[in-house]
């Protein structure tokens, strides 16, 4: 597979080894000028924070660093931390500076011991899912030999280095390098990197497992208890090169985004059953890759945030934004959720590829008892775009019997034989603009031709397969199989005519001069509703104390208009209100009426405790 890279040139592509392993380009260091002024769906989409506000280069930052004595440089997993302090250690040289270097994994328990205080979390070796961890950074260390090293008295400074940094005894200002987590996983596949205290890398879907249900809980938590002593957030994404800024200019730019309209950056994945939707339509995406499965609009655990200055991009998870405003962003709906952002869009694109798995999700009792999640992967699919004839798998056909059926689908596992799924599983013709109801413990899957806009609760990795069409994964193996799990999940009550009740028939319920409000009704499962605002020229929506998520599903563009401040969104394009926006306007930017999706938190939901 073809490495791309950008340490010198955006976007070019280069067989070196050992760095990424992904068909897509890393993000540019600086916004390129075909999408400073965008007229179509915006891969690199940024916020601006004004003139001077991030810096580029090791040369800068080791100029910022030389005034200090001591100094602790932190950060996230999927760092390639030997390569940015050599990179360091070079711009100090020219400084003329002497640097006494303490490495973090140098005071870590053995592997082997972590390896052991970690196992508790990941289940057995062959299991797909773990249960989220409660443990702290200060676990993976020997904390009495932290507090023993001292600063040699000939080093102008002193650098603390790697995970944990902010954890030594001493008083100095902390730097903290960030990887968004697509670059951890393109890094992860590569070998290049692994997981927080082991010595070396694991097979990627142990190590993502890992990294989901540990080590990305702990880093999150430091992350946050060290909040207000980081002085520097660093974007290291790129192997050579660095953009970074002062953590004060960082607060500020949350805080406003925090007040207005914004947007993550998405980012997009091949899978076995992936189509070709995405590709033929989205500008700037690899052609050369085979399909694109999924597309990260709105999967905020793995999304982040770019902001731009001087066309610099500095890229920050969305977790800083949630964690700092969950208030603001979140509204009457703050405390149940807290800092944890409740819904997810994301693309699923069969369009000439293949179907879903058949499968289902688990329910709220499970999830919270065997993974450690605080809400369910409640689910629908919301018909962005589909072919004639396209299908969705929905319910229970009339009479199943659940003892044939789970033989059915154990011989298939265990022998390779194709099923007749449809003996068991209903189909429905999928429509433009269809929306279908999957709360959890509901049979379903996407049947190819589709482009389908996944409405959700954010849990994203649950996913109980029970049939996957005898096909492999792309990198060739098998694809996980979990009938024990989806059988203690399913609910075969929805089966026969009651599965009509899982496909939302809109009702009209505001209309005014050349503008529409249509409800499409959620199941009493799901926590969240969904409108679709249909309109000439602009339609004024409040917020009513509660987030709002957008998308234009037909139509050229739009402006979203706050105040006296306009941002302008395309087709496709997701974007999130937060409550503390009170009201905004959507303004049509194109011809004929355009369609606007919008799912909210309902004021009261049937969650149980």
């Known amino acids: 597979m073809i490495e791309i890279s950008n340490d010198e040139v955006p976007g070019t592509k280069t067989k070196k080894a050992g760095f990424r392993k992904s068909l897509q380009a890393v993000l540019p260091i600086r916004l390129p000028e075909t999408q400073q002024a965008s007229q179509v769906y915006n891969i690199y989409p940024s916020f601006s924070l004004g003139k001077g506000k991030i810096f580029h280069g090791y040369q800068t930052l080791a100029q910022w660093m030389a005034h200090h004595d001591i100094i ?49 979390f990941m289940g057995a070796r062959d299991s797909v899912w773990g249960t ?156 050369d890759e085979v399909n694109y499965a999924w597309s990260f609009e709105l999967i905020v655990p793995e999304n982040g945030l770019v902001f731009e200055s001087d066309g610099y991009l500095l890229e920050v998870p969305f977790d800083l934004l949630i964690s700092k405003h969950y208030k ?76 044939k059926f789970r033989q059915v689908l154990e011989d298939s596992k265990a022998n390779g034989t194709e099923i007749t799924i449809t003996d068991y599983v209903q189909t429905h013709t999928a429509q433009k603009h269809d929306l279908f109801l999957i709360p959890n413990g509901t049979i379903h899957s996407a049947g190819a031709d589709n482009l389908v806009l996944e409405i959700s609760s954010t849990p994203y990795i649950f996913t109980f397969k029970m049939y996957d069409w005898l096909r492999l994964d792309l990198d060739g193996t098998p694809r996980a199989i979990n009938i024990e799990h989806a059988f203690k999940n399913l609910n075969f009550e929805r089966q026969g005519s009651a599965v009509k009740k899982l496909i939302a028939q809109p009702v009209l319920i505001e209309q005014s001069e050349g503008a529409k409000v249509w409800h499409l009704p959620t199941h009493e499962d799901h926590f969240y509703d969904v409108h679709r605002l249909e309109f000439e020229h602009q339609a004024e929506v409040a917020t009513d104390e509660s987030c709002h998520v957008l998308m234009l599903v037909e139509g050229a563009a739009l402006t979203v208009q706050i105040g006296d401040a306009e941002v302008a969104f395309h087709y496709a394009e997701t974007f999130v209100i937060p409550a503390a926006v009170k009201k905004y306007k959507l303004i049509n930017q194109g011809a004929g009426t355009a369609k606007v999706v919008k799912a909210f938190i309902k004021k009261t939901f049937a969650y149980l405790p």
């Not at 500076?97 to 205080?117: A, C, G, H, R, Y």
Request: hydrophobic share 40%; proline share 4%; charged share 25%.
């Open 72 to 120: 602790f440089m932190d950060g996230f997993s999927g760092v390639l931390w030997h390569e940015v302090q050599s990179a360091l250690a070079v711009a100090f040289h020219k400084l003329g500076k002497t640097i006494q270097w303490v490495n973090t994994e140098d005071f870590l328990k053995s592997p082997e011991e972590i390896e052991t205080m970690v196992s508790t």
């Open 132 to 287: 989220k961890t409660d443990l702290q950074l200060v676990d993976y260390f020997h904390q009495d030999r932290m507090n023993q090293f001292q600063k040699d008295g000939d080093a102008d400074c002193l650098i603390v280095w790697g995970p944990g940094a902010a954890l030594f005894p001493g008083d100095g200002p902390v730097i903290y390098l960030d990887v968004p987590k697509n670059e951890v996983q393109y890094r992860m596949r590569a070998g290049a990197v692994h997981n927080l205290g082991m010595a070396a890398a694991d097979a990627p879907a142990h190590m993502y497992k890992q990294y989901y249900f540990v080590d990305w809980v702990v880093l999150a938590k430091h992350r946050e208890n060290i909040d207000g002593r980081i002085a520097i957030q660093a974007d290291v994404q790129w192997q050579k090169q660095i953009n970074w800024m002062l953590g004060e200019e960082l607060a500020a730019g949350l805080d406003r985004l925090s007040e207005t309209v914004l947007r993550v950056r998405p980012w997009f994945e091949a899978g076995a059953w992936g189509g070709q939707w995405m590709k033929d339509r989205i500008p700037g995406l690899n052609k």
């Open 328 to 403: 603001k962003i979140l509204g009457r709906h703050a405390d149940f959720f807290g800092k944890e952002f409740p819904i997810r869009f994301d693309f699923l694109d069969t369009w000439e590829g293949g179907n879903l798995s058949i499968q289902c999700h688990p329910s709220l009792g499970y999830i919270r008892e065997h993974f450690g999640e605080h809400i369910t992967q409640d689910e629908t699919y919301y018909i962005l775009d589909c072919k004639p004839e396209a299908q969705v798998y929905l319910g229970f056909q009339e009479g199943v019997d659940p003892q």
